[in-house]
């Protein structure tokens, strides 16, 4: 069992950065798969990067890979997106997710409850 909370989330404006975590808990934490999705006003909702519980590989989308990074602790049962040189059309709510499976393709089994990104020009 997992329990994901996602925090970090604001008002930024294009160019700049912000930093969005997810804690999670569950003894379990460190054997799942953790990533990111986001869903803008409009759109579906749509992968943005995971990372692998077991040798760390990490997948970007296309739309984000260069400017985000994802990471994660599991002494301290976190995971992290770094968001850099942000754009507007990065606006959107993003949500941690975890699975056992990866998150790449898959509709994710845990689910937090979202932090609103605002990027503004």
């Known amino acids: 069992q997992v329990q994901l909370v996602e925090s970090g989330g604001g008002l930024v404006q294009a160019g700049g950065s912000l930093r969005l975590s997810c804690a999670a808990s569950?003894?379990?934490?460190?054997?799942?798969?953790m990533g990111w999705f986001r869903q803008a006003p409009g759109k579906e909702r749509e992968f943005v990067a995971d990372?692998?519980?077991?040798?760390?590989?990490?997948l970007y989308a296309d739309s984000v890979k260069g400017r985000f990074t994802i990471s994660r602790d599991n002494a301290k049962n976190t995971v992290s997106l770094q968001m850099n040189t942000l754009k507007t059309e990065d606006t959107a709510v993003y949500y941690c997710?975890?699975?056992?499976?990866?998150?790449?393709?898959?509709?994710?089994?845990?689910w937090g409850q979202g932090t609103q990104v605002t990027v503004s020009s």
């Open positions: 997710a975890a699975d056992k499976r990866p998150l790449w393709g898959v509709e994710p089994n845990y």
């Open positions: 990372m692998s519980w077991n040798d760390g590989r990490t």
């Open positions: 569950g003894r379990t934490f460190s054997f799942y798969n």
